[in-house]
């Protein structure tokens, strides 16, 4: 069937009666993921005014080859590579039938990394993209942008695999979203050090079920051991909901909270405790998303509030926290608004309604929000 999404139009596979929605026989198509897509064509012409030297992008699991279709259809010199013949065939229709260049290539993406170089390498397997990770930042020259689907993992609910795969330890939290997102990162960017490669993230989300991070490269040893100097550990208390970050690369765990006395302390790491997004270049990004989006409206929020989000490595649920002091809650801008008012840093989370970063510690928060020393 064809569908219209950036104002293309692209074949996808009709999906079968009882399969998972935008499943066809063999070749994947994930209609829910138009927003990854939106903001990733968005992504994409920020960058290239930041930098114009970047050409050349690799749709590195193609199947339909919808992203390939929208990044040629931005200019860029584009490869589409999967190893399902079908696929293949299909971005090379998608491609021809919108009238676009492009090259269609029926190869394991990491053969194919080692041996073509690409400005760009967009990773957005389903499931962990960390068997593509050591290729891509091999192989890529500016940008890596990777999504990353198996969430119960990465924010620690299924821990044993969260280990096996991404070379840490994440915990089950309250903070599920931003945990995931920086055990992915910090996997990336340890990743990218071996081959010393410097990765940063400019940009970040976590939306529905996934994470998705676009990664700028920088070369040399000495480059890649600074951004090792953002990984680190967070304590975090089950009791009272203290929470430490803590920088290095050698976890040294806390016995008991120094806020309340508990021994139930998980020690997550490491993890990624610098700037998961660039402010300015989110402001830039959002700038760049155009009506013809199917999500742009969704899309402009996100990167609105992305733009605007503190840089802290967890948040506060608000409703655990007055249900912990025994008091209803207030509006979720009204409770940032007292924080700001007080001389704290404070913003809302772009995954989750009830979210807040903050510099205030739990105490107080509560003396300001509620007018009273706890």
Not at 78 to 105: F, K, M, Q, R, Y
Request: with cysteine; aromatic share 6%; net charge negative.
């Amino acid at each position: 069937m064809d569908i219209e999404e950036g104002g293309l139009t692209i074949s996808v596979p009709e999906a079968r009666d009882g399969a998972s929605e935008g499943t066809g026989s063999g070749v994947f198509f994930n209609p829910t993921q138009e927003l990854n897509r939106d903001v990733t064509v968005a992504v994409l012409r920020a960058y290239r005014e930041r930098e114009p030297r970047a050409e050349t992008y690799l749709d590195a699991m193609a199947a339909s080859g919808i992203r390939g279709v929208r990044a040629a259809a931005e200019g860029y010199d584009v490869t589409c590579a999967d190893i399902d013949p079908d696929a293949v065939a299909l971005a090379e229709e998608n491609l021809a039938s919108n009238d676009l260049a492009g090259e269609t290539v029926n190869r394991d993406v990491n053969a194919l990394l080692h041996e073509t170089v690409f400005d760009v390498v967009d990773v957005d397997p389903y499931g962990t993209p960390i068997p593509f990770a050591d290729a891509a930042f091999a192989n890529a020259r500016n940008l890596v942008c990777v999504t990353a689907t198996d969430t119960a993992p990465l924010c620690g609910a299924h821990l044993q695999s969260g280990i096996r795969k991404y070379g840490a330890v994440p915990r089950n939290t309250d903070y599920h979203p931003e945990m995931g997102l920086r055990t992915l990162v910090s996997a990336l960017v340890r990743t990218a050090a071996r081959y010393d490669t410097a990765a940063r993230p400019i940009l970040s989300h976590v939306s529905r079920h996934y994470a998705r991070t676009y990664l700028e490269l920088e070369s040399g040893a000495r480059a890649a051991d600074d951004r090792l100097e953002a990984l680190g550990h967070v304590d975090n208390c089950e009791d009272c909901l203290w929470r430490e970050p803590t920088h290095g690369l050698i976890a040294d765990p806390v016995d008991a909270c120094p806020n309340c006395g508990s021994e139930r302390v998980l020690t997550a790491g490491p993890l990624w405790l610098g700037p998961v997004a660039e402010s300015a270049f989110a402001r830039a990004v959002h700038e760049r998303v155009t009506d013809e989006m199917g999500e742009a409206e969704r899309a402009r929020r996100l990167l609105g509030t992305v733009a605007r989000e503190l840089d802290t490595p967890t948040h506060y649920d608000q409703h655990r926290l007055y249900k912990q002091w025994g008091e209803p809650a207030i509006g979720m801008d009204a409770f940032v608004d007292r924080l700001t008012a007080a001389g704290y840093d404070a913003s809302r989370a772009h995954y989750r309604g009830t979210a807040v970063k903050t510099t205030a510690s739990i105490p107080e928060m509560r003396a300001v929000v509620l007018g009273d020393a706890g």
